[in-house]
């Protein structure tokens, strides 16, 4: 088994690995990335950015990220594509396996490897992925401005994906599948009270229709019930608020994480409870989950594994 020392590994590879890597660089820890399943990360599955401060006229997502790399690259990260499939946390230096069977020893970890948007598992949210299927109001919902969007999901994201596009949609339908929102009162008032939203209550989304993007959803109301009802219903926009799953699985044995699998950090910093682990960007962000925040939050995390290994 191949064995190798570094100082800093970065797990991840979107807007908090690549911000991690860069500032891990001009530390001169010589950072060791490993890039993921994604490479680049949910940014990558966007058309454009357009919240991403220093872009007045926004940019692609795969731009963006691709930017973000090289800057990684020019201060010396060693950026390779693999994926962790492993760790051990109980002493340092702490052991991470890769895919490639490699065992990756590191005097600081720094996790960065994202959430995941759930989707329905409908062909046609593949089908139509980038041309009126979104799981990222925030990134896709300007796109929408004066239209009508459906979003499905009835807990705090979709309630909160609903609000914020009803600010820019001509027409929000909440799609969801039980007779109740299983969202905060507070996000329930906020819909119920917004005259744009209406929310369509035990209603399954089973697939989508349109010649050159969504053109509307086909839905099936009351499903496996004697009155069961089939229709369709005309939307230009489809949006998945069914929850993130935080790509934490392989730290859960070491880490504490939430009920949902967000890892905990000391408020306010990066810091887990293991001292030179640190979790970045959405895979310990439940409630901001923005390009911008993750980046931040990986400066953060390169910061702290300077200073723990200036003190260690
Ligand atoms: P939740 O698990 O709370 O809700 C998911 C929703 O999606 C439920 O209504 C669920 O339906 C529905 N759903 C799941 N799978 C399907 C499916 N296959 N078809 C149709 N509907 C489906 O996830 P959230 O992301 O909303 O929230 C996660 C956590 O993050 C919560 O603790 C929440 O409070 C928190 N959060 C807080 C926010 C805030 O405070 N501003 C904002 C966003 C999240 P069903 O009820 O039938 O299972």
Not at 40 to 56: A, I, K, R, S
């Amino acid at each position: 088994m191949e064995t190798e020392q570094v100082k800093c590994l970065i797990i991840g590879s979107g807007p908090a690995g690549y911000t991690a890597a860069i500032y891990a660089g001009r530390a001169n820890l010589s950072p060791v990335l490993y890039a993921g399943l994604q490479p680049g990360g949910q940014l990558t599955t966007t058309t454009e950015v357009e919240n991403f401060p220093g872009y007045p006229s926004g940019i692609g997502g795969p731009e963006l990220m691709e930017d973000l790399r090289k800057q990684a690259e020019r201060f010396g990260t060693d950026i390779r594509y693999g994926v962790a499939m492993s760790a051990d946390f109980s002493a340092s230096p702490y052991k991470v396996t890769m895919d490639d069977g490699k065992v990756v020893e590191a005097k600081t970890v720094i996790i960065a490897t994202g959430a995941t948007a759930k989707y329905l598992g409908l062909d046609d949210e593949k089908k139509y992925a980038g041309m009126g299927v979104s799981a990222c109001a925030t990134c896709d919902g300007f796109f929408y401005r004066n239209r009508v969007v459906a979003v499905v999901g009835g807990g705090d994201t979709a309630c909160e994906e609903a609000s914020y596009l009803s600010g820019l949609a001509s027409k929000v339908y909440l799609l969801v599948r039980k007779p109740f929102l299983r969202a905060s009162k507070v996000m329930q008032q906020r819909v119920f009270s917004n005259p744009k939203i209406e929310v369509l209550f035990e209603h399954n989304a089973v697939g989508l229709y349109g010649e050159n993007g969504v053109e509307g959803v086909h839905l099936v109301k009351r499903m496996g019930e004697a009155d069961e009802q089939r229709y369709d219903l005309p939307i230009d926009g489809f949006f998945l608020g069914i929850g993130h799953r935080p790509n934490s699985d392989i730290f859960k044995p070491w880490l504490d994480t939430d009920e949902v699998g967000y890892i905990l950090t000391e408020p306010g910093t990066p810091r887990t409870k293991v001292p030179g682990v640190f979790a970045a960007g959405d895979v310990a962000d439940p409630h901001y989950r923005q390009a911008i925040t993750a980046a931040a939050s990986g400066c953060m995390a390169a910061i702290e594994a300077e200073r723990y290994l200036l003190n260690g």
